[in-house]
């Protein structure tokens, strides 16, 4: 019991030693690992939904349609008045909000409460108007496709094919998995990267050096920085100042010595001018400031300081710059005072606030403006349009300052802008931390789901216009459909009685014909004999003659079936068939039966035997005959006993033996005489 006393008093006495900023330091630690934890799934989930979009639009029959952009249409004229409705009304609420904010200015209240109730009026139409919106190409951000040929800005989508469409649109996802798959490494990653960029001349690297409280990155009034400069702590590097300059096509690795040149701090100097050789340069120095003038290494994260090239320095910096921001979590936009936003700056923050909802922004060379409160607004209100989100945390993200006036030691001659810029970008990056190292890959997805969902509805109220139609459509031919099916009845039942009377007719005909022609053959005319010699020659022939004729039967049947089947076609296609178009193929009596051309010649086989000489039937009918007449004949004469009576006296008389010794020359001169009659009476067989 004493022990769980004592120990309960040593808890006690440690956490009463413990400052409240240690405990919210671990409550700012913990929140922040849950929202990481939670990004990260959110992040893995979009992925695997862009996954299965890109899956869906190559495997299913349904090809994903992208969002219009068609000017002339109604739907896209209303959603273009409402939406800048929207933000008048938006850009009011803002201004309102924030009337404690120093930044903004009203200028004209009449004017905003105006615009608040046209605003008003228009928002209140919308609700009382639920018409079929539909999204546009301009609502995108994320997954915009974008095609610049030659002078050509942009191409009309709506032109392309939908396969071709398909294709970009998957292409585009594919890069937005890939740019998840960063911001998930970004995530993860303990470090923190800061982006300084802006136009040319704008005063980046007197900011940076400002910053680190040193004169590191070379200033000069024309453009200096044509290489990317990564500023890291030298604990990174064992504690040297070094400058490592990366050559082109070589990856930076710091334990191989061969990707990299190694330099001193004043070599710096020539070297960020030279681009042509260099593709980044790596600075590590010695940050020996104190903790709280020392923004690069604290105990809650490291952080690299990335001084960039001007963006209308060349087409190709500008592109690097564009890549260059996806692997960044926060962004410096430094900006001329007296230059305002030029075209490039504007669109490299429209193109960051698709994932960076908030910038920090650097008004440079402030001191060198004599309207300060005039370039305030202005400036303002292009952030405004630029980024909302900024805008509304203008008091710690837009800062007017004057780098230039920071000296080089650790003192500040009477510059109280920068202290509060630097106190609200440390705030920002190190106790805010959810919104400078989360919100960049929080504003990413909920930019890309935004889109899925407009890419959804588009396709949602394409197939429910496509369902419609196809209804209507339904409607409209189901009693023509119906009327087709009871014609077709109609139709069908004449046509099958037209082919069965064609069909019964050409078969009766072809029956009787070939069956009279079978019995009409024994009228032939006969071939010419040419004596005994020949007889093999003169069956040959005879044979052909008959098939010849069968043939000549059957080649009338044929033509009688040819004459009726036309007749039959005639009359079906007399029989005006509605909603039919007409039957284009001619019928061609001329090739019925074509592949069956004399195929009696030549698929039987004509063959003569002995046998083929003899008309058993006939022979037998007439011996019969004649043993009839001897019958009748010898009845007249002696009588059956007579006749019987005399057979028994031949033989008795002839005798057993000598019978026998003549049954074969009487069977030879049958034989002989068999041979002989067939010979003589071949021309009449």
């Known amino acids: 019991m004493d022990l769980e006393i004592y120990s309960s008093n040593i808890l006690s006495e440690l956490f009463l030693k413990k400052s ?62 409402n939406s800048r409705g929207n933000e008048t009304e938006k850009k009011i609420k803002l201004s309102l909000e924030k009337t404690n904010c120093k930044h903004i200015h009203l200028t004209n209240s009449l004017a905003l409460k105006n615009t608040s109730s046209s605003s008003n009026v228009i928002i209140e139409n919308i609700k009382q108007k639920k018409h079929n919106f539909r999204p546009f190409f301009s609502n995108l951000n994320i997954l915009k496709l974008q095609l610049k040929l030659g002078e050509i800005t942009s191409v009309e989508l709506t032109q392309l094919e939908k396969s071709t469409i398909a294709l970009l649109l ?12 960063t911001l998930m490494e970004r995530i993860k990653n303990k470090s923190s ?4 960029t802006g136009d040319l001349n704008s005063g980046k690297s007197t900011f940076c050096n400002a910053l680190l409280r040193q004169k590191i990155l070379p200033e000069d009034q024309q453009p200096c920085t044509e290489v990317f400069c990564e500023i890291i702590d030298s604990y990174k590097n064992s504690g040297k100042e070094e400058v490592h300059a990366i050559p082109h096509g070589m990856i930076y690795n710091k334990q191989n010595s061969n990707t990299y040149t190694i330099l001193k701090i004043h070599d710096l100097d020539r070297i960020v001018i030279d681009s042509k050789t ?20 604290n105990n809650t994260l490291d952080i690299t300081l990335i001084d960039s090239p001007g963006l209308n320095f060349s087409s190709m910096i500008t592109t690097a710059i564009f890549s260059k921001q996806e692997e960044i979590d926060i962004i410096i936009f430094v900006v001329n005072a007296k230059n305002h936003f030029t075209l490039s700056a504007k669109e490299f923050i429209l193109n960051a606030s698709n994932e960076k909802a908030l910038l920090f922004i650097v008004v440079n060379k402030f001191d060198n403006v004599k309207d300060k409160e005039r370039c305030k607004d202005v400036i303002l209100n292009q952030i405004f349009n630029l980024s909302p989100q900024t805008y509304y945390n203008a008091s710690e993200l837009v800062h007017f300052v004057n780098s230039a006036s920071v000296a080089e030691n650790n003192k500040i001659f009477n510059n109280t802008d920068f202290e509060k810029l630097e106190k609200d970008l440390k705030i920002f990056i190190l106790e805010k931390r959810i919104k400078s190292k989360l919100s960049p890959g929080k504003t990413y997805l909920l930019n890309l789901l935004t889109d899925i969902k407009i890419l959804c509805e588009t396709n949602k109220y394409e197939a429910i216009f496509q369902i419609q139609n196809l209804k209507r459509e339904l409607k409209l031919l189901t009693p023509i459909c119906k009327q087709i099916i009871e014609e077709k009845k109609k139709i069908l039942n004449e046509v099958k009685k037209i082919i069965e009377n064609v069909c019964l007719l050409v078969s009766r005909y072809s029956y009787e014909h070939l069956s009279t022609a079978i019995m009409k053959m024994e009228y032939i005319e006969p071939c010419n004999y040419e004596g005994f010699l020949k007889a093999y020659s003169y069956a040959i022939n005879t044979k052909r003659n008959m098939l010849n004729y069968i043939e000549l039967c059957l080649n009338d049947t044929e033509t009688f079936a040819r004459m009726n089947t036309n007749k039959g076609i005639n009359e ?13 193929k001619v019928f061609q009596p001329q090739y019925m039966f074509s592949k069956h051309k004399n195929i009696i010649k030549n698929s039987i ?77 071949i021309p009449k067989f």
């Open 193 to 196: 990267k800061i982006l300084v």
């Open 572 to 584: 079906i296609n007399n029989l005006r068939i509605i909603h039919i178009e007409p039957f284009k």
């Open 605 to 681: 086989y004509v063959d003569v035997d002995f046998f083929d000489f003899i008309d058993f039937d006939q022979k037998n009918h007439t011996f019969i005959a004649i043993i009839g007449a001897f019958s009748i004949l010898g009845g007249k004469i002696a009588g059956y006993h007579n006749i019987i009576t005399t057979i028994f006296n031949t033989f008795n008389i002839i005798g057993t033996k000598n019978l026998k010794k003549l049954i074969i020359p009487f069977i030879c001169l049958a034989a002989l005489s068999t041979c002989s009659y067939v010979i003589l009476n």
């Open 278 to 297: 260099w593709s980044h340069i790596k600075i590590y120095i010695d940050n020996v400031h104190t903790k709280n003038q020392n923004i690069l290494k």
């Open 170 to 181: 998957n292409k585009k996802m594919f890069e937005n998995i890939k740019h998840i798959e």
């Open 20 to 81: 409240p900023d240690y405990f919210q330091e671990h409550y700012q630690q913990l929140l922040y690992n849950n929202s990481k934890l939670q990004l990260l799934q959110y992040a893995e989930k979009t992925k695997k939904l862009l996954t299965d979009l890109i899956k869906f639009n190559n495997e299913k029959e349904w090809v994903i349609h992208y969002p219009s952009s068609n000017k002339n249409d109604k739907f896209h004229e209303t959603n273009r008045k």
